[in-house]
Structures are given as C-alpha cells and as structure tokens.
T-cell receptor, first 114, second 114 residues
Framework: AQSVAQPEDQVNVAEGNPLTVKCTYS??????LFWYVQYPNRGLQFLLK??????LVKGSYGFEAEFNKSQTSFHLKKPSALVSDSALYFC????????????FGKGTMLLVSP | DGGITQSPKYLFRKEGQNVTLSCEQN?????MYWYRQDPGQGLRLIYY???????QKGDIAEGYSVSREKKESFPLTVTSAQKNPTAFYLC?????????????FGPGTRLTVL
C-alpha cells in the first residue's frame, strides 16, 4: 500500500518570506513524487515531480522540492512567497510496480498575506 | 487546465436521478481518470482507463459507471445508487501507463444533489 501525509491543513506566511509545505510518504519500492496546485473551483495544475537523480527538483512558478529518502519526505519550497501563491497544494505518490495509481495527500492550504 | 474539458461546470440533480459528466481531451493521451474531491479529503480515485474499451475500478467506484468508447472521451455516470454524490468531480489524463507520467486535469464539475 502507498500513502501520503500532509501534516498541516494550513500554512500561513508573509509575502516575501520563504515558504515550506510538508509532505511525507510511505511506499514499498522506489517512489515517484508529484506536487500539484489548485486554485478555487479549478482543476489541479502540475508543479513538479521527482523521478530519480538530483534530490532537489525545480518546477513551475519558482517552486522547488527536496526529496529526502531517509526521512521519506518531499517538502515543497519557495524562497520568496507571493500573495498569488495562495492556493491548495497537493502532494502525490506512485510506484513503478505493476500499474499503481496516484495517491494524493489531503492537501495543504497556503495563505500568503501582503 | 490544458487540453481537457469537462462539462457542465455546475450540475444539479434530484435524488434518484442518474447524471452523466462529460470529459474530453485533445492531448492524445492513452490514460484517463476520474476523481472525486471532498473538502479535507483530498482526491479519491473513482475509475481509470489505460486504453480504449478498457477501464478499472478505483477506490470508490460504487454508485458510479464509466465508458471508454473513444480515446478522447471518458464520461462518468453518477447513478442513484451513489448515496452521497454531492462533490467536485475532476477528470484527468496522462500520456500512458508509465508511473513517471504526470496527470493533466480538467477544470472540474461541481455536482449538487437537491
């Protein structure tokens, strides 16, 4: 079985400050990890993914994520938050074995204040 | 929201009625998915299809049905057997079965049972 945990329902940060949205995972085998963002009443947009290689992955809109195998984490980060980054963020995991489906976390609401 | 369209954007249903949600993609993707999103629960997989004329149940398939007669289309029917159908429904597609392929999402349909 595979699972994803996003331990924070909401993260608050001031504009210009760095932000971190946490994600931990549990899988049997090597994980493939994804981050998506959702704006109100919209579909999800893909931000970035970790497949293999460099543990630091860079994605859209200045976001990056760090894969840490020993801590089974894949935290989303951005050096300087924008008010427009306020949205719901989802972490997701998948494994290669057979045809596994994508398992999503419950989401973290990011609120960036001016 | 890429090349995936969902219609209608809002749908109201009386109890006991079946309704069908449309999902069309022009990305030439082989795989398509239906998710249900409820507040605080993330995304849960209803059905998925890896290829035309083939589909599999996801985690919460009871009360739903799908068809995949064309590569571009993957309609979802919410039947009267679904006891709590009010939710936001998201359709997605990906390039193939590969675990590394990210999914692209449509804008969603919000279904409300009156």
């Amino acid at each position: 079985a595979q699972s994803v945990a996003q331990p924070e329902d909401q993260v608050n940060v001031a504009e210009g400050n760095p932000l971190t949205v946490k994600c931990t995972y549990s899988v049997s085998g090597n994980p493939y990890l994804f981050w998506y963002v959702q704006y109100p009443n919209r579909g999800l947009q893909f931000l970035l993914k970790y497949i293999t290689g460099d543990n630091l992955v860079k994605g859209s809109y200045g976001f990056e994520a760090e894969f840490n195998k020993s801590q089974t984490s894949f935290h989303l980060k951005k050096p300087s938050a924008l008010v427009s980054d306020s949205a719901l963020y989802f972490c997701a995991v998948r494994v290669l074995a057979g045809y596994s489906t994508l398992t999503f976390g419950k989401g973290t609401m990011l609120l960036v204040s001016p | 929201d890429g090349g995936i369209t969902q219609s209608p954007k809002y749908l109201f249903r009386k109890e006991g009625q079946n309704v069908t949600l449309s999902c069309e993609q022009n990305l030439n993707h082989d795989a398509m998915y239906w998710y249900r999103q409820d507040p605080g629960q993330g995304l849960r997989l209803i059905y998925y299809s890896q290829i035309v004329n083939d589909f599999q149940k996801g985690d919460i398939a009871e009360g739903y049905s799908v068809s995949r007669e064309k590569k571009e289309s993957f309609p979802l029917t919410v039947t009267s057997a679904q006891k709590n159908p009010t939710a936001f429904y998201l359709c997605a597609s990906s390039m193939g079965q590969g675990a590394t392929n990210e999914q692209f999402f449509g804008p969603g349909t919000r279904l409300t049972v009156l």
